[in-house]
């Protein structure tokens, strides 16, 4: 079955696709007899056919005329016609489909006649083929899809072709001459190829249509005429490329049909056996290619970008015809040597009439020797012979193919006429050593064709095949060596030095005219030592010797992986089995030890021997690469010393008769003699040594292959004088013969030798001399003393400079570790005791490691001191990394203003516990879940198959949950760097107002920045408590004090830091711009209370986050950036999770205990703890109870009050709630968005500064939201710095508004310095910017319906207090309790709320369970582990606000996820006491139970999987495709995916990329924005490939699955199995835990910001 690129549909059935022998039972229709219509059924069916092709060609003409007269490929007018067409075209494909019914279509619209303006009437399908290029995309394609259903009958095809010859060229060159009709060519070739390849699909077919339809005179003439027609108008008639038929590649369409056709070997063999006068007129057309494209030195560059894509691409495509023709008539081990020959035949005469008329326009001065081009096809078309003819057997020929050419009469070049043959190829190799040598204007352009014609994509085709032609122009004639040799040296401008003695200096050699005279030699040594194309032997091809070699050089530039290697070895197809065959010979498979690393081979030690320094497709860059590895990696002393050429058959094994020649001799001495000049002298030694090196190499092989021949002691006396010229060809007699020069002494090579092997300082040089004294086998007495001690110096000197450079490493790394030691002791020094302290403990783990492994000391005693720090060292280290740190920006700790030093942090949308509640399932009885009964020490952990089990309570009319887990949508991290915040308005301010604000990645416009340090991206500051607070010594107990001293200390101290308040309302404003997904939008200045509020919010969302994240148990999860703090704190040696969470969590904590401190939050704090009385029933208790009730009910409900009082009393010691006023505040009273109060003295300030104070609400319409945004931006108040032009935002003073980035374009009523027009068009672009983009980040429909969660989490406390508080998650309540109190918690008053909170989530509990059918035993076990997440939640705050070390109250190992050693560190009582409660208790129990309604809210148990994994994946990458993919549906649109995608989160299969619901957003951007909060994590199917959305930000990551070479295969172009890759895996899900993929290098460096097309 032929299968194509291009296109095709499924052949299933058809006698051209499948043979009887190879088909299924689902495909063997061979002796099925085709379905028939019932007789009664056939005239109607005629007639309705009819019917339809009559109004299908009526409206395609119509849409003809319109759209050729219109001059107007697309028009609006024609809107009806392509319905129409297109009604009727759905029509017939779905008739089509049915097989008796496609014979009838297929006979009318080939038979029915439709009348025209001639007599003769034309057929349907006639009609079809005349107006289908002028038909829109849409048509087109429905057209040639229809075409392609009738073409299963092979009696249509030949009906169809005959039609389709006759228009062929008629479309064709109608491209050409129609600009119109060029519009849409592209669209019409791409359907053109899918009706190729049904129509040759099969050889036997293709062999019968290709005889009766004469279709290769039809493909060839068509492409000779298309390239004829493009010809410049002069006598050689070369291709140029300002016509439409280069530029549009309309030459593809005839070229691509007669690739197509010749691809069946019978037709090639056809061509060259029964036509073979057809293939001169594929070698016309090569004429006509010849030489195009060329330049000439010193011309204008810019043309040079317009035309080289194109030279090359037609170059190639038209080759491709010739090296598929000669390919498939060498498969015919019977006629391959007669097809050949003819091939020969015509190629050299073709090429003899070219050079004929090159010489002729020559001899008329008509041709410029001094242009160059890249392209002569018809010599590489005579290469491609060459190269197979070589690989038959010749019999009794002496020379091979070469005799029986001549013999034939196929070649009779004279000697002229060989020379003029290798002119053209070694003109192309002269310009391609000029371009290395840097001897070429625009160098940056030439440079690409240079690697392009060396490199692996075109070398086969270009460089290799030019190679072979000049050897085998150097075999072809008998003692044409020499004249070859002289003749290669004047084309590099060389030829004197290969005809007289020259004197050394005189050509005033520069580094280029070195380099060129290195490229002359190597260029000698490459036709020499080439063995490629010259024939191999069976063994040779057994053991792929030429495969090995060319894979072991490129293993000596790097470590190679895979894909890489099979990128180098070249564009044709490779046998990937003796490829690895190859692989396991000689290198060394590396697994991959990182993510983003590959699996790669390492080149064995042994085959270092075997590197080639003059391999000729390496770059200049590649070559000092290998070879300075072969030196540092292979250990190579002697690496430029090259192995002689292995023997070639014939009548290649005369090639070294290039070295045993007189002019080659000359030449040697020439160069020799100019090294030793260059050797002399302290500026030129260098270049002097590296072509003596080359030079040597040149004269090693030549030696090697003469030294077969005794040395005569007598040859010196038979030439003791000087003579003019050297008197043999045998370099053994003229090495040692002088030849006279004009200027000097008369050396010869050998006294040359002798001299130059004294420069000791060019040790490659030397090594060099002596290899080749090796070779002349001369005696020890022959050789000089320098000789001798050079001999034995060699490798010393190598092994000498070895060390000297070890000993420079060691050296500089001593003083790199010894300067950041002395940074970090000037760092320190505020610390010196206690770094003495960290010091002796330090010293002592490591004294005591070493006692462990004398065994004294048992290691887990070491292991524990080691990793559990005592609380008082945690502080002292934390105070010592706030001492230590600096701005990333100033590089100081302090700036003028005395400014805040923050934290630079992350805060993103992610709901990454909200997806593992969802993974949950209620529980509807035990037999659903293992109960286990667990000791104290035995954790319910332990058991990793064992389920997490959550209580989730919800409103019984609406289902809405109110558990905590679900509000979770903000993530803070650190990436362990700090800024000042005036430093931060500064730079925020720059990258505004630079026109290049983002590097796709990055939006400053949203408040986005990169970290100066790291890279990382950011979006807020968050304060650094210790970095900001003016005085550190401050008293701030507050138990000793009254609460009027308390304010007034507290007052005085915000009054002094005043820059911590600022910087604490730009953080949370920042955050509520994450939250409600406003990035421009403008927030009033928050309250003390909003404030407050806002921190604790964001502390406890963290903290479950935090909770989920490391549920798996003590599971260091790794840090999420490379940046993150080294020094591990005792929380996070605690938990586990990512240090850079740590960071923010405890600074979040910090801040959100000052927050309680503001003075002005007490009055609307004592109003909230008044709600809260009010929904505990606490105020007016026993005015509501009426006489019956204090009767019947009084004790038990008045003592349930009265501990319920007491409870709270203990929690707000200090809180005057008996003196609070009633709640009046409209804010509190409803739902309100965004919670931000504008306080008195404010408000009056706005009000005369005609502020318009604003809410932003997330229902607010787009124009309100705009009106609000424009009338913020015009009355914002700036002040001027004086320390720059920058602006200064000074909150709590005159100035209502704050922003967490400061607007880039206010103006400022201070400036001093004049506005230019420049400035004021700069800032009008940013303004228009900020208003499409403030456009574009608004939320997505169907993110505002998915924002349930964002306005939950705005009135979750309110929801509290309105539906009581056995309604709300424990863990909100805790939160509540917090954001309540008017000052910094202690510990008694911490464990007093996390108890009341406690005593909560285990009512709720049992709520829950007694809705199971559980027995009694049971309830406890069930009760704890439901209760398991707020312990540990409880605990990780109160590790965060108290900053103690649990460890050392024995919390450590597993014990983080037992229950008993949770409870024992909150000092909880049992929950067994609560669930069975006594006394007090008992009473605070029933009055909590009374506030419970179970008929408007309900407890469910939910089993959520303790681990969060990803989507299983199958190991083997072809199982997921078959199972995943293969007939499945998309879950979003319920249409079978183009580019399928699975979601590793849940596992839906979407369409990426597809926009079905017709909004903008692709399938997976709509998933993930509903989903994940616009986190995505997708595999590609057809790629493999990893797709990373976070909500704009966009990137294509790695593959999950690699071969069994651990390399990519990205849409599976090397048909290798693929495995999943457990640590690729592992990393994306340690990522999607911590919500760093915007923390990732990798992942950031790789992705950029675009619209949700995905």
């Known amino acids: 079955m032929y299968h194509s690129a291009s296109g095709g549909c499924c052949d299933c059935g058809d006698l051209a696709a499948w043979k009887e022998s190879g088909a299924c039972a689902a495909h063997q229709r061979l002796h099925v007899q085709e379905p028939k219509l019932k007789d009664e059924l056939l005239e109607p069916t005629h007639v309705v056919v009819q019917y339809v092709l009559r109004e299908l060609l009526v409206w395609v003409k119509k849409l003809k005329v319109k759209l050729s007269y219109q001059r107007k490929l697309f028009d609006q007018n024609t809107d009806l016609e392509v319905a129409m067409a297109m009604i009727y075209l759905d029509w017939s494909q779905k008739v089509c489909a049915v097989d008796a019914l496609r014979s009838i279509v297929c006979n009318e619209i080939i038979d029915y006649g439709i009348p025209c303006q001639t007599d003769a009437p034309t057929s349907a ?235 002729r326009i020559s001899d008329q001065d008509k041709y410029s020797d001094s242009t160059v081009s890249l392209h002569i096809p018809l010599h590489r078309a005579l290469s491609a012979i060459l190269q197979k003819l070589v690989l038959i057997s010749w019999g009794n020929y002496e020379r091979g193919f070469l005799t029986a050419l001549k013999e034939e009469g196929v070649f ?105 005279l290195q490229s002359f030699m190597r260029l000698i040594l490459l036709v020499v ?130 070295l045993h020649t007189k002019a080659c001799h000359l030449f040697l001495l020439n160069v020799l003699d100019e090294v030793r000049f260059l050797v002399e002298r302290d500026t030129t030694v260098t270049s002097g040594e590296a072509l003596g090196v080359t030079a040597l190499q040149m004269m090693a092989v030549l030696v090697s292959d003469s030294r077969n021949n005794l040395w005569d002691a007598d040859l010196k006396a038979q030439f003791p004088d000087s003579v003019d010229e050297y008197p043999t060809e045998d370099i053994t007699v003229n090495i040692y013969v002088q030849v006279r020069t004009e200027y000097g002494p008369h050396l010869s090579i050998f006294q040359m030798l002798q001299e130059l092997v004294r420069a000791n300082q060019c040790t490659r040089l030397v090594d060099s001399i002596n290899h080749v004294f090796e070779f002349l086998h001369v005696s020890t007495h022959e050789k000089s003393r320098a000789a001798e001690v050079d001999t034995l110096s060699a490798e010393d000197i190598q092994r000498r400079l070895r060390k000297e450079l070890r000993q420079k490493a060691i050296l500089e790394e001593f003083s790199a570790k010894r300067k950041a030691f002395m940074e970090l002791q000037s760092d320190c020094d505020d610390d010196e005791n206690s770094e003495d302290g960290s010091e002796m403990e330090a010293c002592s783990i490591v004294n005591e490691s070493r006692a462990c492994k004398s065994g004294s000391v048992p290691i887990s005693e070491t292991l524990r001191k080691a990793t559990t720090p005592v609380t008082d060292a945690d502080h002292v280290a934390m105070e010592a990394s706030s001492k230590a740190k600096e701005c990333a920006l100033c590089k100081t700790k302090k700036d003028d203003k005395n400014s805040s030093l923050c934290w630079i942090a992350l805060v993103q949308r992610y709901n990454f516990p909200n997806q593992v509640l969802s993974r949950g399932e209620q529980m ?146 920042q955050t509520l711009r994450v939250r409600k997904q406003y990035p421009h939008s403008y927030f009033n200045t928050p309250s003390s209370c909003a404030r407050s509020r806002v921190l604790w919010e964001e502390l406890v969302l963290n903290i479950v986050h935090c909770e989920v994240e490391t549920r798996e148990g003590y599971v260091q999860v790794g840090t999420a950036s490379s940046s993150s703090p080294t020094m591990k704190f005792s929380d996070e040696c605690t938990w586990g999770g990512d240090s850079a969470h740590w960071t923010a969590m405890r600074e979040l904590g910090r801040l959100a205990m000052l927050s309680n401190t503001f003075p002005g939050a007490v009055q609307d704090k004592s109003q909230r703890l008044r709600a809260l009385w009010e929904c505990l029933r606490l105020l007016d208790r026993r005015e509501n109870l009426d006489a019956e009730s204090m009767d019947t009910e009084s004790s038990p409900i008045l003592a349930g009050m009265s501990e319920l009082e007491r409870t709270v009393r203990e929690m707000f010691p200090q809180n005057p709630i008996d003196l609070a006023e009633p709640c009046e505040d409209p804010e509190f009273a409803q739902v309100s968005s965004l919670y931000f109060h504008c306080q008195d003295g404010s408000a009056q300030k706005q009000e005369n500064s005609q502020f318009v104070p604003v809410s932003c609400n997330v229902d607010m319409g787009e124009e309100e939201l705009a009106r609000t945004q424009t009338t913020l931006n015009q009355s914002v108040h700036l002040e001027e710095n004086k320390n720059s032009q920058f602006v200064e935002f000074k909150l709590g003073e005159t100035y209502p508004s704050k922003l967490a980035a400061p607007d880039p374009i206010e103006h400022d009523p201070q400036q001093r310095h004049e506005i230019s027009f420049e400035d004021a068009k700069i800032e009008n672009k940013i303004r228009e910017e900020m208003m499409i983009d403030g456009c574009l980040s608004q939320p997505f429909p169907i993110e505002q319906q998915r924002n349930t969660s964002s306005d939950s989490l705005s009135t979750w406390m309110e929801d509290i207090l309105r539906n009581g508080i056995l309604t709300a998650d424990p863990f909100w309540v805790l939160a509540m309790l917090l954001i309540i109190l008017s000052k910094q918690p202690d510990r008694h008053v911490l464990l007093s709320m996390v108890k009341f909170a406690y005593t909560i989530a285990v009512l709720q509990t049992q709520i829950a369970v007694s809705r199971l059918d559980v027995e009694d035993s049971d309830v406890e076990t069930l009760v704890r582990r439901a209760c398991l997440p707020f312990l540990r939640r409880a605990a990780m705050l109160v590790q965060i606000v108290t900053r103690e070390d649990l460890r050392e109250h024995g919390l ?24 069975q409660p006594q006394g007090a208790t008992a009473a605070m129990v029933t009055q909590l139970l009374h506030l419970y309604r179970p008929k408007s809210f309900n ?146 460096r790789n992705s950029q910001l675009m619209r949700k097309a995905y």
């Open 125 to 359: 399908l006639e009609i079809l083929l005349d107006c289908l290029g002028w038909m829109p995309d849409k048509l087109i394609e429905a057209e040639t899809t229809l075409f392609l259903q009738l073409l299963y009958k092979n009696d249509f095809k030949d009906k169809f072709l005959n039609l389709l010859r006759e228009k062929y060229e008629k479309m064709i060159f109608l491209a050409i001459r129609n600009k119109e009709y060029m519009k849409n060519y592209t669209h019409l070739d791409t359907n053109l190829d899918r009706v190729m390849v049904q129509l040759f699909n099969d050889p036997d077919m293709t062999t019968r249509l290709i005889h009766k339809h004469n279709l290769l005179e039809l493909f060839i003439g068509v492409f000779s005429k298309v390239i004829a027609c493009s010809a410049e108008n002069n006598e050689l008639a070369v291709v140029s490329f300002d016509g439409d038929a280069i530029k549009c590649k309309v030459y593809l369409r005839p070229q691509s049909d007669l690739r197509l056709v010749v691809s069946h070997r019978n037709i090639a063999i056809h061509m060259l056996s029964k036509q073979p006068q057809l293939f001169p007129h594929i070698l016309d057309v090569l004429v006509k290619l010849q030489w195009m494209n060329a330049y000439t030195r010193g011309g204008d560059g810019h043309v040079f970008e317009k035309t080289w894509t194109l030279a090359i691409q037609l170059e190639m495509n038209s080759m491709a015809i010739i090296f598929q023709l000669i390919s498939r008539c060498f498969q015919d081990p019977l006629g391959r040597k007669k097809t050949l020959v003819t091939a020969a035949t015509y190629t050299f005469k073709v090429l003899k009439q070219y050079l004929e008329q090159v010489k």
């Open 412 to 516: 009779n070049f004279t000697e002229d006429e060989v020379l003029a043959l290798m002119d053209h190829p070694l003109r192309i190799l002269v310009w391609m050593a000029q371009i290395r040598a840097q001897m070429w204007s625009t160098l940056e352009h030439f440079s690409r064709l240079e690697l392009i014609y060396r490199g692996s994509f075109w070398h086969d085709q270009s460089m290799d095949m030019d190679i072979l032609l000049l050897q085998f122009c150097s075999v072809a004639c008998e003692d044409l060596q020499g004249k070859i040799f002289v003749k290669i040296a004047e084309l590099f401008n060389f030829k004197s030095m290969a005809t007289t003695r020259t004197i050394p200096g005189q050509r005033n050699c520069r580094q280029a005219e070195i380099m060129l």
């Open 529 to 658: 030592r080439e063995r490629r194309n010259l024939g191999r032997t069976e063994e040779d091809e057994a053991q792929g010797k030429c495969l090995q070699y060319d894979v072991i050089q490129w293993l000596c530039v790097r470590d190679q992986t895979y894909s890489q290697l099979c990128r180098a070895l070249g564009s044709t197809s490779i046998e990937h089995q003796k490829l690895n065959v190859v692989l396991d010979r000689v290198a060394v498979y590396h697994e991959p030890k990182q993510v983003a690393h590959q699996g790669y081979y390492q080149l064995k030690s042994e085959y270092w021997k075997e590197f080639d320094p003059l391999f000729p497709h390496y770059y200049l860059n590649e070559l000092e690469e290998a070879e300075d590895r072969a030196v540092k990696v292979g250990k190579s002393d002697h690496y430029w010393r090259i192995s002689a050429p292995s023997p070639a058959g014939a009548p290649y094994d005369r090639l070294s008769g290039l």
């Open 924 to 1069: 509807r009885n035990t037999g659903e879940t293992d109960i286990s009964h667990v000791g104290q020490f035995q954790g319910l952990n332990l058991n990793d198959d064992l389920d997490q089990l959550v209580t989730v309570g919800y409103f019984a009319e609406s289902g809405n949950a109110t558990t905590i887990d679900l509000s979770t949508l903000e993530h803070v991290q650190c990436c362990g760097h700090q800024m000042h915040y005036d430093c931060f308005q500064d730079h925020m301010k720059n990258l505004q107002l630079s026109c290049n604000a983002g590097n796709d990645v990055v939006n400053p416009l949203n408040g986005e920045f990169s970290c100066p340090i790291c890279r990382r991206l950011a979006n807020v500051l968050l304060p650094d408590v210790d970095a900001s607070i003016s005085s550190r010594k401050m008293d701030l107990h507050e138990d000793v004090k009254g609460a009027d001293e308390i304010g007034s200390d507290w007052s005085s101290f915000w009054q002094s830091n005043k820059n911590l308040e600022n910087s604490m309302d730009s953080f949370c404003v």
């Open 1452 to 1475: 450590t190992g597993m014990k983080v996820m037992d229950f008993h050693s949770l409870q024992l560190i909150l000092q909880l009582p049992d929950c067994s006491l609560i669930l």
């Open 1499 to 1644: 407890f469910e148990m939910h089993k959520v999987p303790r681990k969060a994994l990803l989507h299983k994946l199958p190991r083997v990458y072809q199982k997921l495709l078959m199972e995943g993919f293969y007939g499945k549906k998309c879950a979003a649109c319920g249409e079978t995916p183009l580019d399928p995608a699975i979601c590793l989160v849940c596992g839906m299969l979407l369409c990426c990329g597809a926009d079905r619901r017709g909004n903008g957003i692709g399938e997976c951007s709509q998933h993930a924005a509903t989903e994940s909060a616009g986190v995505g994590i997708f595999l590609l199917l057809r790629s493999t490939q990893l797709l990373l959305l976070r909500n704009n930000r966009t990137c294509m990551g790695l593959s999950l699955y690699l071969d069994i070479h651990g390399d990519e295969d990205l849409y599976m172009r090397r048909n290798q199995k693929m495995y999943l890759s457990d640590l690729r895996l592992n990393e994306i899900r340690r990522l999607w835990m911590t919500a760093a993929f915007d923390y990732d290098s990798y992942i950031l």
